[in-house]
């Protein structure tokens, strides 16, 4: 049971240059999340998704763009990086929020350096 | 969604019982408190859950007055592989989204 997966583990940019993040998980989750942590910021919410076609903003949308074609997998892409990008990515996946207690699920992250 | 705030980073020694205490004094009625670890390279993982009075599971516990405007998880004779990041989330268990504090960096030492 892989879970949540990443693609890929590690990437070198340089600015301006394009590329798209593949998060897969095979839990036939609802919601799916992109996230980014910095040194000594904690995780900050990208965008999410709560459906298989559906995206919205989280805290930190700006310069990124997401799309869930496949209820198995969310992509966030980056257009035209920047150096400000430079960060771990973090996918995430959960059921529908209810009463009962459902815990995101979380990949091993992407370590994206932008030159 | 409620603000947490909760001490940077501890240090403690192996084998000692360890208490993270998170404060949320504007805690909603609907709000959960949940608290996730994080080690190095790792994506978070959920470690417990709760709502009032105490919680406990094969890892740690969870402490919550009847005020509800604190929570303390408290870890039972850590190890060295305990080191990592604990964040205290708050938030309506309804909620689209959670979002994540600092956290806390626990250090373990021999």
Known sequence: NAGVTQTPKFRVLKTGQSMTLLCAQDMNHEYMYWYRQDPGMGLRLIHYSVGEGTTAKGEVPDGYNVSRLKKQNFLLGLESAAPSQTSVYFCASGRIPDLSNQPQHFGDGTRLSIL | ?110
Not at chain 2, 79 to 98: E, F, H, M, P, W
């Open chain 2, 1 to 110: 969604l409620a603000k947490t705030t909760q001490p940077i980073s501890m240090d403690s020694y192996e084998g000692q019982e360890v208490n993270i205490t998170c404060s949320h004094n504007n805690i909603a009625t609907n709000d959960y408190i949940t608290w996730y670890q994080q080690f190095p390279s790792q994506g978070p993982r959920f470690i417990i859950q709760g709502y009032k009075t105490k919680v406990t599971n094969e890892v740690a516990s969870l402490f919550i007055p009847a005020d509800r405007k604190s929570s303390t998880l408290s870890l039972p004779r850590v190890s060295l592989s305990d080191t990592a990041v604990y964040y205290c989330l708050v938030g309506d268990r309804r909620d689209d989204k959670i979002i994540f504090g600092k956290g806390t960096r626990l250090h373990i030492l021999p």
